[in-house]
């Protein structure tokens, strides 16, 4: 029980973190955006960083979702298979993001 609550707060921060970078403006919580230039951080916000990332943190709040919903029907794999699939969808992201990055 314990478990499904952690995770359920880590869903939640997530998908607050999530609306907050996606609706409210948010990307200074994005790593690296308040050390880029104005330009460079107006370009990020033009090409739609505060959109790409708001979407991938709901994304990982429902891998995290669906693993603790199959770890309740006795499905116990379903954890360690959602922080892999977690990892993989993390590192994806980063590499993605990098077309926000202006071109020098």
Request: aromatic content about 12%; glycine content about 12%; hydrophobic content about 55%.
């Given at each position: 029980?314990?478990?499904?609550?952690?995770?359920?707060?880590?869903?939640?921060?997530l998908v607050g973190m999530?609306?907050?970078?996606?609706?409210?403006?948010?990307?200074?919580?994005?790593?690296?955006?308040?050390?880029?230039?104005?330009?460079?951080?107006?370009?990020?916000?033009?090409?739609?960083?505060?959109?790409?990332?708001?979407?991938?943190?709901?994304?990982?709040?429902?891998?995290?979702?669906?693993?603790?919903?199959?770890?309740?029907?006795?499905?116990?794999?379903?954890?360690?298979?959602?922080?892999?699939?977690?990892?993989?969808?993390?590192?994806?992201?980063?590499?993605?993001?990098?077309?926000?990055?202006?071109?020098?």
């Amino acid at each position: 029980m314990g478990l499904l609550i952690i995770h359920g707060v880590i869903a939640l921060l997530l998908v607050g973190m999530g609306i907050i970078i996606k609706h409210f403006g948010g990307e200074s919580l994005i790593a690296g955006y308040n050390t880029a230039s104005k330009e460079a951080q107006d370009y990020m916000r033009a090409k739609g960083i505060g959109r790409f990332i708001g979407d991938y943190l709901y994304l990982l709040a429902a891998i995290i979702i669906l693993g603790s919903i199959g770890y309740s029907f006795d499905l116990n794999y379903s954890i360690t298979i959602s922080w892999i699939l977690f990892i993989i969808v993390t590192i994806l992201m980063v590499i993605k993001a990098q077309k926000f990055t202006p071109q020098k």
